[in-house]
């Protein structure tokens, strides 16, 4: 089997979060672990524990891609660094100041300011199926977020009534093509 493709080795890691440290903030970070979290981890690139000393990347929201571990490092850096003095340590004004700082200094990437502190690279949310149905009587099509019983607005459109009732006719996305994840 491959190996997979990390970007940086754990030990390359290390180094970039000594690197930084001293760069960017004073070297008051105190050490942590950098370490890549398991497969599961897919709701957000990077996560931050203060209390530990443990600064977490998702290894497949960040895939092999060096520059988006190199910002999401900076990004949860900011985070120790506030905690390291004592201030609040969230997606504060001066978290989002120090992003700021580190982008006009070309340490983190060049993007907008939004995603600059909340860029997460989440994947594509999952598509919800809708289901669609179809009046045998007339053809009209009605696509609805729940699967019950209809009848045919355009037959009978004063109440349900099961003489003009609709049948399934799949699985479709909002747009009514056919159902896909994402
Ligand atoms: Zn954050
Ligand atoms: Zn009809």
Known sequence: MARQTIGYSPGQLQRLFAEYNAAYFGGIIPPYGVEYGSRRMTSRAGICYPGLQIIRLSPVLLGGDRRRVRDTLLHEMTHAWLAALRR????TDEFKAK?????????????????????????APRRRPYFLFRCRRCGARAISAVK??????????????PRFQMVFAGLVNRNGAPYQRR
Not at 102 to 110: M, Q
């Open 99 to 123: 992003l700021l700082e580190l982008r006009d200094l070309g340490a983190h990437s060049p993007v907008g300011n939004k995603e600059l502190v909340y860029h997460c690279y989440r994947r």
């Open 88 to 91: 609040p340590w969230g997606h």
């Open 148 to 161: 019950r019983r209809y009848s045919c607005g355009r037959c009978q459109p004063q109440r349900f009534d």
